[in-house]
């Protein structure tokens, strides 16, 4: 069965630090493109931050650029998502995702396969 398992959400300080976690099951995250989305009641979901072609190749939101670093440990199958100086802008439900397949591009709503459940970060200033 193919799924994806966030954890590490939670409520921080403006300024503060958190890391999110997505443990892959049913596929390998090396053969597929993975990312980080967020979103708000009321608001799209936006993506954040991707990795591709192997895990050699990262996108950013230019929001979060500079501030959140992701990355894939292939060995234990899972995605990260280390988010630094936070702000309240970042409060959101973060979905991690997967696609169907490889991609050589930084993946979109429309490419994602698999969403995990989400985790909710707060950030309070």
């Known amino acids: 069965q193919v799924q994806l398992v966030e954890s590490g959400g939670g409520s921080v300080q403006a300024g503060g630090s958190l890391r999110l976690s997505c443990a892959a099951s049913g596929f390998t995250i090396s053969s597929r493109c993975m990312g980080w989305f967020r979103q708000n009641p009321g608001k799209e979901r936006e993506g954040v931050s991707s990795i591709y072609l192997g895990g050699t190749r990262t996108y950013y939101a230019d929001s979060v650029k500079g501030r959140f670093t992701i990355s894939q440990d292939n060995a234990k199958n899972t995605l990260y998502l280390q988010m630094n100086s936070l702000k309240p802008e970042d409060t959101a439900m973060y979905y991690c995702?997967?696609?169907?397949?490889?991609?050589?591009?930084?993946?979109?709503?429309?490419?994602?396969?698999?969403w995990g459940q989400g985790t909710q970060v707060t950030v309070s200033s």
């Open positions: 995702a997967a696609t169907p397949w490889e991609c050589i591009y930084p993946m979109g709503r429309a490419d994602v396969g698999v």
